[in-house]
């Protein structure tokens, strides 16, 4: 039986997914043990389908393309779905989330997305297109900002 590429070709086309997915973070992590350290790596991946749509997912795994995969599944498994009128939130929402502190106000239209760092990737991914997003805590660190930008979306009033 011959093998044919363009079948095979055909069926991934389909296996695509809806979803569009951003790695936000990738950083290497380490485990002390008796016999020295061990590595492995953590992944944090953002996907949405620009409708209304976003998750955040953390996995870690041997190597990065592992925790990237596993990461992607916890991301589907942890979506959530905002209501987006005319490209914008529906009011202004402020959320904590571990040190990272998010503010988000909706913006008339045209106005763009006027965001920074992780919760700029979050907002372009649920499909919000005119919001002003501003990060208030005092971490830099990408994964808590984009989870607090989580817990904000999650804080709007369907």
Same mark, same amino acid.
């Given at each position: 039986?011959? !093998? *044919?590429?363009?079948?095979?070709? *055909?069926?991934? /086309?389909? %296996?695509?997914?809806? !979803?569009?997915?951003?790695?936000?973070? &990738?950083?290497?992590?380490?485990?002390?043990?008796?016999?020295?350290?061990? !590595?492995? !790596?953590?992944?944090?991946?953002?996907?949405?389908?620009?409708?209304?749509?976003?998750?955040?997912?953390?996995?870690?795994?041997?190597?990065?393309?592992?925790?990237? #995969?596993?990461?992607?599944?916890?991301? /589907?498994? +942890?979506?959530?779905?905002?209501?987006?009128?005319?490209?914008?939130?529906?009011?202004?929402?402020?959320?904590?989330?571990?040190?990272?502190?998010?503010? &988000?106000?909706?913006? $008339?239209?045209?106005?763009? &997305?006027?965001?920074?760092?992780? $919760? %700029?990737?979050? @907002? /372009? @991914?649920?499909?919000?297109? *005119?919001?002003?997003?501003?990060?208030?805590? +005092?971490? +830099? #660190?990408? &994964?808590? +900002?984009?989870?607090?930008?989580?817990?904000?979306?999650?804080?709007?009033? /369907?």
């Amino acid at each position: 039986m011959a !093998f *044919d590429r363009k079948k095979e070709g *055909d069926r991934m /086309k389909a %296996r695509k997914s809806e !979803f569009e997915e951003q790695v936000v973070d &990738l950083r290497r992590v380490t485990r002390v043990m008796a016999g020295g350290k061990r !590595f492995r !790596f953590r992944a944090t991946v953002i996907i949405g389908d620009g409708k209304g749509r976003v998750g955040v997912g953390i996995a870690k795994g041997l190597d990065v393309e592992t925790s990237i #995969n596993k990461a992607r599944a916890k991301a /589907k498994n +942890n979506i959530i779905g905002i209501d987006i009128k005319n490209g914008t939130i529906a009011h202004e929402v402020k959320a904590k989330y571990s040190a990272a502190q998010v503010l &988000l106000k909706p913006a $008339p239209e045209g106005h763009g &997305l006027m965001a920074g760092g992780s $919760p %700029r990737l979050v @907002l /372009k @991914l649920a499909g919000v297109r *005119d919001v002003t997003a501003k990060c208030l805590g +005092n971490t +830099n #660190n990408k &994964l808590t +900002n984009a989870l607090a930008a989580i817990e904000a979306l999650k804080k709007l009033k /369907k």
